[in-house]
């Protein structure tokens, strides 16, 4: 089934301890789709500015993603840029240049409102609102936030999350938005505003999914270097809701399975900078590191 | 078949979130050995002062343990006062008075000689060596550390770790021992030292198992509170040790069963303060919990 994300699309330059890399693609609707595309039929709605080139268009047109959904406005493209050192789980903001993102007003075409599975990906609460509700035949819809969010527009996100299936974060954002330490207790009191499922992302730590009356858990994937960890939770994400959305089941095993694709996705995301690796990627890579996931978890009872 | 723990027994006194305990029964040998005595038979090596009454002492005989090896001498019982708050997973250790701890020569009973498993728990390394060196009939031995003999005896340490099979260390500790970020990497520098088995402490983000070309993670417990993390990794240990000990095999899978024995132990241990939660389990408890990591962690291929 279709799966539309409504997010960035952006240039970053990242330090890491591995090397730098300058003015290359990114942004959530990026790694999202990219990485959804290999499950199931991807239209995106973004904004980009006069200097995103055909180049770059091509990263989402050579896997068959719509991209009649992302917008060309005047001005430039949104930019990020970032640094991670020692903890990788933590970027540090540098540089935040909005461009034609600050007056993104999301645009849906005809063509995309029939949309089963939608993903707001960490856009202003009301924008997602907005999108959100224009989609109505919607039978399954994801979204993300950010600190920025829970502390700036608290009662809009809390309008948008009563109106959604699943909430996908990290711990420290999971933490601020429920006011609870404790991750179980945090992941209860978002359920109660309005998502019947909370994903909570915990970097290197791996992911939890708390459903209605039980929780599972995924390590992160042991890498021996973390090359950039830009995107990570956008292509986990991308992951999770791309084989829900292949597969038109939303059971608690299938859930499951969603969140090692989702795992499985972000361990490439971070073996190079930006998309590259997911680029490269083959079915096979895929169906590899899912069984070794298994590994990695199994015990005989 | 038995196993012997050589560490320390003492008396905390521990605030927390959830209140406080004073002077209560604690130290690495006392958590281990309740722990494992719930799977193997029990032989414990420590020293107390004239100030550990009976009472205390029949925590260890109502179980079974062997308490030949737990030294009396002059003066008082090692006391440790500290305090956890916001980040469960760090103490703040607010004084230690090593009393009788501070000469603890650790004399190993003739019957003790011949037990094959054994665990060292954290100590002077010079003592741990001691103590392996007269155990030449052990053919399983595991071993704890810490920052401080890391950092003050890395040489010892090293010379302790070339004769033993398994070190179980937290993660910062196995950071500042391997100087290695990456926990992957960290895991394989200890490996090279002697240990062909790593075990790797995470707090509530679960436990990972490292050996010969092989990964495995658990996840930690989701409690919607913890009372008192003091000796969660000791009860780990006990775990670990007492269900190797119990059914003698050491394979992979079996080492991965008894990774997921240690936390459902320590999962038990963190509920209350001190070892209290450990004394009243039941069997019916422990096997419940068990089934519940397994649920925790199991998806479907």
Redesign the interface.
């Known amino acids: 089934m279709a799966l539309l994300v409504v997010g960035s699309v952006a240039f970053d330059s990242v330090r890491t301890p591995s090397g730098y890399a300058d003015e290359i693609l990114g942004g959530a609707a990026t790694y999202f789709s990219v990485t959804a595309s290999r499950f199931a039929e991807v239209k995106v709605v973004a904004v980009v500015g006069e200097d995103f080139g055909e180049r770059q268009m091509r990263v989402f047109t050579d896997r068959a993603i719509d991209i009649e959904g992302i917008e060309r406005a005047p001005g430039k493209t949104f930019r990020w840029r970032g640094a991670y050192e020692?903890d990788m789980n933590v970027a540090q903001s540098l540089e935040t240049q909005l461009n034609v993102f600050e007056q993104f007003s999301p645009k849906i075409p005809a063509h995309y409102l029939d949309c089963e599975y939608v993903f707001l990906a960490n856009i202003d609460p009301v924008l997602q609102l907005h999108v959100r509700e224009q989609l109505p035949r919607a039978r399954w819809v994801g979204c993300d936030s950010m600190n920025y969010w829970i502390q700036g527009k608290p009662d809009e996100l809390k309008r948008t999350l009563a109106t959604v299936d699943v909430l996908v974060v990290n711990d420290g954002e999971a933490r601020m938005l429920s006011g609870q330490?404790?991750?179980?207790?945090a992941a209860a009191s978002i359920r109660e505003m309005g998502p019947r499922i909370v994903v909570i992302k915990?970097g290197?730590?791996?992911v939890?999914l708390f459903t209605d009356g039980?929780?599972?858990?995924?390590?992160g994937y042991?890498?021996?270097?973390?090359r950039d960890p830009t995107g990570a939770g956008d292509t986990f994400a991308g992951g999770f809701m791309g084989h829900l959305a292949r597969t038109g089941d939303t059971s608690e095993?299938n859930l499951?399975?969603a969140?090692?694709y989702g795992s499985v996705m972000a361990s490439f995301a971070v073996e190079d900078f930006g998309v590259k690796r997911l680029l490269e990627l083959t079915q096979e890579d895929i169906g590899r590191r899912?069984?070794e996931f298994?590994?990695?978890?199994?015990?005989?009872?």
């Open positions: 020692g330490q404790n991750l179980k207790r915990r290197e730590h791996g939890g039980s929780d599972f858990f995924v390590p042991p890498l021996e270097e973390v095993a499951r399975r969140v090692v899912f069984q298994k590994h990695l978890t199994h015990f005989d009872v």
